[in-house]
């Protein structure tokens, strides 16, 4: 069973920019759909990038489209999420997911693995 652990996490301020990477183990990652969802203190947990098994496909809420770039390098057994001009309503606990039917997807309940979260702080 895949297991994923998150890093990169951070104070930042508004308009900087985060790396955040997410490290599989205990089996490759290469054959897996990956996703970033968020959670914001008092909010329900939201989707933010996804790409495919080969990295080929991606998508991304409105909300990061054209400031974030989800990327994988399927030797490192490492996704990655690249953050730039945070905004302050960005900051949250930043999620790493994984579903073993390879393309992307959305829809959080599609993951059964996740990792345990990094949290993310923009200050204004």
């Known amino acids: 069973q895949v297991q994923l652990v998150e890093s990169g996490g951070g104070l930042v301020q508004a308009g900087g920019s985060l790396r955040l990477s997410c490290a599989g183990s205990g089996g490759t990652i290469s054959t897996y759909g990956m996703g970033w969802f968020r959670q914001a203190p008092g909010k329900e947990r939201e989707f933010v990038a996804t790409i495919s098994w080969s990295g080929g496909s991606t998508y991304y809420a409105d909300s990061v489209k054209g400031r974030f770039t989800i990327s994988r390098d399927n030797a490192k057994n490492t996704l990655y999420l690249q953050m730039n001009t945070l905004k302050p309503e960005d900051t949250a606990v930043y999620y790493c997911?994984?579903?073993?039917?390879?393309?992307?997807?959305?829809?959080?309940?599609?993951?059964?693995?996740w990792g345990q979260g990094t949290q993310v702080t923009v200050s204004s």
């Open positions: 997911a994984a579903q073993n039917r390879g393309y992307y997807l959305l829809d959080m309940g599609a993951y059964p693995y």
